[in-house]
């Protein structure tokens, strides 16, 4: 999820954007979903546009050639489903 909060004291190149991943909750619309951060968190309306398909990194390999082929190869993005 976009969230471009301005931190104070920190350049707005170094901070994060996005925060994640979420589930997403519900559809409300065609544009508009209702999603959740945890089970605990309360969940978010949130518009189509400040959302994006989440992608798993695996950082516990210690082989150099496998994480650059997978930083420049082709991944199928994770789809999350909605829960009604």
């Known amino acids: 999820m976009y969230n471009p909060k301005r931190r104070r004291?920190?350049?707005?190149?170094?901070?994060?954007?996005?925060?994640?991943?979420?589930?997403v909750?519900?559809?409300l619309n065609d544009v508009v979903y209702r999603v959740?951060?945890?089970p605990n968190a309360k969940p978010k309306v949130i518009h189509i546009n400040r959302?994006?398909?989440?992608?798993?990194?695996?950082?516990?390999?210690?082989?150099?050639?496998?994480?650059?082929d997978?930083?420049?190869?082709?991944?199928k993005p994770q789809l999350h489903?909605?829960?009604e």
Do not use: C, I, M
């Open 9 to 23: 004291g920190l350049s707005p190149k170094l901070q994060q954007n996005w925060e994640g991943p979420s589930t």
């Open 36 to 38: 959740q951060r945890s």
């Open 51 to 68: 959302l994006a398909p989440y992608r798993a990194t695996d950082h516990s390999s210690n082989e150099t050639s496998d994480a650059f």
């Open 70 to 75: 997978a930083s420049f190869g082709r991944e």
């Open 25 to 27: 909750v519900k559809k």
């Open 81 to 83: 489903t909605y829960q």
